[in-house]
């Protein structure tokens, strides 16, 4: 069964509301936007890049910036109203759509050197809906194009907790996600807002089945993940030492419990 229109709705909704909540949350210096923007650096290829699920364009104005032709596509009407005004504040050129990203054909928006889906698979709990999500990518790559995929990990709830305020945990609703850990599984229901959270172990297996080459898998805050909020905060040198080790580090595996999201970077033939 494919996600249930209500639970789109609901993530719609979600970002409709807190579009400017969205675009803050990763102002300032944050391990999430810092580890990725140094993998977009290494593995972007070419000069255009599909910003799928971009959200109000935190990435898409990053690498217009830098010279990319950038499109971007997002669920939520408010979202891409407000990357509208950040890409005029910040004197860039992207395109931007509303669009279902299992679904984008009614956009026409032909191939892309990279795409980046760093959002929708956050909230598709039916594997074949993330499938049709990714798909819907990898059918606007050229070939030899990239792949940005994030996920959210199954350990960022508890990572939560550990990072804001662990007694919190004694009310938390769902605690069938820790059955879930247990069995090494994914979990889906409400968090933030309708969402998915991931077994890190299916991530690269699921993308071999889809024809994708794996160039990198890595968690997105590194280390830092279950003291986030005091190490962001804290003094540049401290950041810079976390951050140098968390990028050091990302891509083992065995870390990949610490980090929020897990990032896939593959190459499609």
């Known amino acids: 069964m494919s ?66 032709d950038v499109t971007l596509v997002d669920l939520s009407e408010g979202n891409v109203a407000l990357a509208k005004e950040k890409f005029r504040e910040h004197g860039v050129n992207v395109k931007a759509y509303v669009c279902d990203a299992r679904d984008l054909s009614s956009l026409r928006l032909g191939k892309f050197d990279n795409v980046l889906l760093m959002g929708p698979l956050y909230h598709l709990s039916d594997v074949e809906d993330r499938k049709r999500c990714v798909l819907q990518a990898k059918e606007h790559l050229n070939g030899g194009g990239v792949l940005f995929a994030s996920f959210i990990t199954i350990t960022a709830g508890l990572n939560y907790y550990y990072d804001t305020a662990p007694e919190q945990l004694l009310h938390e609703p769902d605690m069938d996600l820790f059955d879930r850990m247990e069995k090494d599984e994914s979990w889906s229901g409400m968090a933030f807002t309708q969402a998915t959270f991931i077994n890190c ?69």
């Not at 229109?5 to 979600?14: A, Q």
């Not at 509301?17 to 580890?35: K, M, P, T």
């Open 3 to 68: 996600v249930e229109k209500k639970d789109i709705d609901i993530v719609k909704e979600n970002y409709d509301n807190n579009a400017h909540a969205e675009w803050e949350r990763l102002e300032g210096f944050h391990f999430e936007f810092e580890i990725a923007k140094h993998y977009l650096k290494k593995y972007l290829r070419g000069k255009t890049v599909l910003d799928i699920g971009g959200g109000p364009g935190r990435y898409s104005v990053y690498l217009a910036k830098l010279g990319y």
């Open 201 to 269: 172990l299916e991530v690269e297996p699921f993308f071999n089945e889809l024809g994708f080459e794996k160039l990198a898998i890595l968690g997105q805050e590194g280390l830092a993940g279950p003291r986030l909020t005091y190490i962001e905060r804290a003094e540049k040198p401290v950041r810079d030492l976390y951050l140098d080790l968390s990028l050091r580090l990302c891509e083992n595996p065995q870390y990949f419990v610490y980090s929020d999201h897990l990032l896939y970077i593959g190459k499609h033939d």
